[in-house]
């Protein structure tokens, strides 16, 4: 992740919380493996959301309009329990929100110390299967907990 990143996410959703409450995230499934075991609890938690399949992510207990989308913020989630569920969970993630007219992303993967190739067939065909005219940036996070071959996807993607 290059270090403008965060400037252009800043400008994107005009939200300090917004900023504040991704950084939180990353640290704590960063740091925190007790937690980060249930990274889709950890992320509704700290971002105080909660999913629902059908209006994206809404209002949970901090303060927002309850039944509205919070900064245009929407999440997907996948899990992988194998290397050959990779794909499926990270396009189940990808899927749940993004549209056609979806111009930025971030990919949140989580990973198990070691476990990642960049260069990999599942991470190449996915990006040759990409829009053109989406902008994908990714976050790849530690968890000292998730056994080798297990992933954990997570999708944001603002209005």
Request: hydrophobic share 45%.
């Amino acid at each position: 992740m290059d270090a403008g990143w965060w400037g252009q996410w800043a400008l994107w959703h005009s939200s300090r919380q917004t900023l504040a409450a991704v950084r939180d995230t990353r640290m704590a499934l960063a740091v925190d493996g007790e937690r980060s075991l249930r990274v889709n609890a950890d992320i509704e938690d700290l971002l105080a959301l909660r999913s629902d399949p059908c209006e994206g992510v809404r209002a949970g207990d901090d303060g927002a309009p309850a039944g509205g989308v919070v900064w245009g913020l929407r999440a997907g989630f996948g899990v992988a329990c194998s290397p050959a569920d990779q794909p499926r969970a990270l396009q189940g993630a990808w899927s749940q929100v993004v549209k056609p007219d979806t111009r930025r992303a971030l990919l949140l993967r989580v990973h198990a110390p070691g476990d990642f190739n960049p260069k990999s067939a599942l991470w190449t065909a996915w990006r040759e299967g990409l829009q053109p005219h989406c902008r994908v940036s990714y976050w790849d996070v530690w968890d000292p907990h998730l056994a080798v071959g297990h992933k954990r996807f997570v999708v944001w993607v603002g209005d």
